[in-house]
């Protein structure tokens, strides 16, 4: 295979956590060969290979998302449910509109406007919760997700979700899109899946993992351990919501005398191999017991945000050694569903959390000088140095990457899969930065690609992706939301 030369780059951030985050040295050029990373440094052009000029660009490792619900793209800023939180939501958005996406080429439209939509984002790694299912669907959402991935030529993880009961209160008069099925069926139809699609190398570009759709209300209880045993016993990850509003916490305690991560942890839902999306009402004791056991967290701020659920406590999570990636859930509770708008709303969110504000005033007492006397010990407000931007960096790549058991993926270092996006910062909200290594998070917008590489291979140069036109793509989008909509009147 003949080799890539990226040359000529402002700064490289390379995904690792701390002093590693920044590439040093006078030039940040990087080879590409055999869809790995085979040089960082000052490189010269080999004969015959490839140059993409970096110049007056940043680059980062593509960004890894991992939660996304890719069949929602067409349900973005439904009236019903565009002020409501989430149990509400559930029941007027993704519920009452799922019969609408019972048609492949629906499904597959929505697929592909949400895996585009985090392309531009510089996203190479998705996550899909895919828990449109159920028995006669009639099409095999599974193989659409791989294929239109394949198309893009994007990593995907299928989280195979489903349900064996009816959630209360969202389901109980739901249309058969949303019917249950029987727990040997949920296992043999993830068993299925990991047959025809998973890889479990390091650079894996699909991978498969058990992903019930939440395990408070989706299944039985005594269901959860078969789940998982099967689950370990394939070799795959385990994936689901948690604790996402203080419902989960309610329900735990009225049902089971437990916390909600107690409750997984007695079925066998804990570990380095199970990661949870949301994660936003734990406990001290709670984010303890994931730090002891590796349990990981997706972080999804815009969608907590936008449903009022609140801000996950992803600070003191990093502090305890928490795995914890970025995620953008759903488009339906994320009307903007990419990397770049998720990252920025983590750097400022955490910042404007009074919690954080709290620690730091506990922490100035308890040692009184400058910044003590600087800032009254009663004073509100949060922490502006809480969540710095190569945190954000790192959780958003390297730190999602190695939460899902991608060891190969996810930072920019000699031998790691060539995922690169390479930010122009030709945008006047770019211009006079101090620090450009910074712009794609403090930014606040979408710069636009010089290119994309996943796995060595350019799927995005000059912000286009080849073979895909946006105006024919927008239109096919316009027609089908009027078509939904006049469906349901």
Known sequence: MS???IRGARHLLTGEAGSGMRHTGPRHDIRVADGVVQALGALEPLPGERVIDASGCVVYPGWVNTHHHLFQSLLKGIPAGIDSALVPWLAAVPVAWR????HEERFRLAVRIGLVELMRSGCTTVADHQYHLYPGIGFDPSAVVFDEAQRLGLRVVLCRGGQTLARPLTDEAAPPSARPVTLDAFLQSVADDVSRFHDAGPRSMRRVVSAITTPNWSCRPEELRVMAREARALGIHLHSHLSETYDYVRWAREAHDC???????RHGWTGPDVWFAHMVHLSDEELRLCAATGTGIAHCPQSNARLGSGIARIPEALEL?????????GAASNEAADMISEAHACWLMHRADPRGGERLRAKQSAAPGRAQRARSASQPGGDASTMQVE????IGTAGGARMMGL????????????????????DPRCFGLHDEALAPVVAGGRPRLKALVVDGRVVLEDDRIPGLDLTVLRHQADETVRAMQAARG
């Open 3 to 5: 080799s890539l030369l």
């Open 99 to 102: 019969p609408e996406i019972d």
């Open 259 to 265: 916390s909600p991560m107690q409750f997984v942890e």
């Open 321 to 329: 050694g928490v795995p914890v990636g970025l995620a953008v859930d």
């Open 391 to 394: 945190e954000v960096v790192h």
């Open 407 to 426: 060891s190969g993926v996810g930072t920019l270092a000699v031998g790691m899969a060539a995922d690169i996006a390479v930010y122009d910062l030709d």
